[in-house]
């Protein structure tokens, strides 16, 4: 495996992609890490452009790399510089963003689907990602206001199962609904309270699973739109569940 320059303008570029709206013009995204390296070499939704590693890395990534993967050596200075890590890992790797369009859903779409809606913390969308993935839901829908999920965070929360994720973004409320109609999904959203409890309705059947925004919940549209709403009962004076808890104990019951 030959190993490539990285000149300054290229540091400069990846540098850019730290940035939402550069990773977006791109078409690419930064995941940092051996294990985000390993999970991004197993899976094939965000295929691998580039992979920057540090003199002490270099030899540990030759082992499992294809060889058709362009690899750029560094100093531990220029490690700092590029990375998005208060402590790089000595890995950073370049990815393409799947692309994914949402009319070509209906064409493969899995029993259990989740539609994540206005949700502003990457650190929950992406350990939502990693719950999803824990339950073997691969096909994730965002609104149209949903954070970057190839925000490195997200990419960090996810522990590399963003790469095994098929992502579709922008899709608004009435066009999951339009989806839900046609294809015969049961749209089931998840509120704080006044929803029947998890595991309390007739199981089977194919579930769109609405989880909302951090603070407010879902939109009053979708919860219009739902066929049911369920809400998971507490105990304690706690003013809400965190969503990505959420997640797991719907998914759990789902999957029951």
Same mark, same amino acid.
């Given at each position: 495996?030959?190993?490539?320059?990285?000149?300054?303008?290229? /540091?400069?570029? +990846?540098?850019?992609? $730290?940035? /939402?709206?550069? /990773?977006?013009?791109?078409?690419?995204?930064?995941?940092?890490?051996?294990?985000?390296?390993?999970?991004?070499?197993?899976?094939?939704?965000?295929?691998?452009?580039?992979?920057? *590693?540090? %003199?002490? $890395?270099?030899?540990?990534?030759?082992?499992?790399?294809?060889?058709? #993967?362009?690899?750029?050596?560094? =100093?531990?200075? +220029?490690?700092?510089?590029?990375?998005?890590?208060?402590?790089?890992?000595?890995?950073?790797?370049?990815?393409?963003?799947?692309?994914? $369009?949402?009319?070509?859903? %209906?064409?493969?779409?899995?029993?259990?689907?989740?539609?994540?809606?206005?949700?502003?913390?990457?650190?929950?969308?992406?350990?939502?990602?990693?719950?999803?993935?824990?339950? &073997? #839901?691969?096909?994730?829908?965002?609104?149209?206001?949903?954070?970057?999920?190839?925000?490195?965070?997200?990419?960090?929360? =996810? *522990?590399?199962?963003?790469?095994?994720?098929?992502?579709?973004?922008?899709?608004?409320?009435?066009?999951?609904?339009?989806?839900? &109609?046609?294809?015969?999904?049961?749209?089931?959203?998840? #509120?704080?309270?006044?929803?029947?409890?998890?595991?309390?309705?007739?199981?089977?059947?194919?579930?769109?699973?609405?989880?909302?925004?951090?603070? &407010?919940?879902?939109?009053?549209?979708?919860?219009?739109?739902? &066929?049911?709403?369920?809400?998971?009962?507490? /105990?304690?004076? #706690?003013?809400?569940?965190?969503?990505?808890?959420?997640?797991? +104990?719907?998914?759990?019951?789902?999957?029951?």
């Amino acid at each position: 495996m030959g190993i490539l320059q990285l000149s300054a303008n290229h /540091r400069k570029w +990846i540098r850019r992609l $730290h940035q /939402r709206k550069s /990773r977006e013009k791109e078409g690419v995204f930064i995941a940092e890490g051996f294990n985000a390296l390993e999970a991004a070499i197993e899976t094939a939704c965000h295929p691998i452009l580039e992979v920057v *590693a540090d %003199e002490d $890395h270099l030899e540990s990534i030759a082992d499992i790399l294809p060889g058709d #993967v362009p690899v750029y050596g560094c =100093s531990g200075s +220029i490690m700092e510089e590029i990375s998005t890590e208060k402590t790089p890992q000595g890995v950073v790797v370049i990815c393409h963003r799947g692309k994914f $369009h949402f009319p070509d859903l %209906e064409r493969r779409a899995s029993d259990t689907l989740l539609y994540i809606d206005r949700v502003s913390d990457p650190g929950n969308l992406g350990t939502i990602m990693r719950t999803a993935a824990w339950f &073997d #839901v691969r096909q994730l829908i965002l609104s149209p206001s949903c954070v970057d999920p190839f925000n490195t965070k997200a990419i960090r929360a =996810s *522990a590399g199962t963003v790469f095994g994720i098929e992502i579709y973004q922008s899709v608004d409320p009435q066009q999951i609904r339009q989806f839900a &109609d046609r294809t015969g999904y049961s749209m089931m959203a998840m #509120v704080p309270r006044g929803g029947i409890p998890p595991g309390e309705w007739e199981k089977g059947g194919r579930n769109i699973v609405l989880l909302g925004q951090e603070a &407010d919940g879902l939109s009053e549209e979708l919860t219009e739109y739902a &066929d049911r709403l369920v809400s998971i009962p507490g /105990r304690g004076n #706690v003013e809400s569940l965190n969503l990505s808890v959420a997640a797991a +104990i719907i998914l759990y019951e789902i999957a029951k």
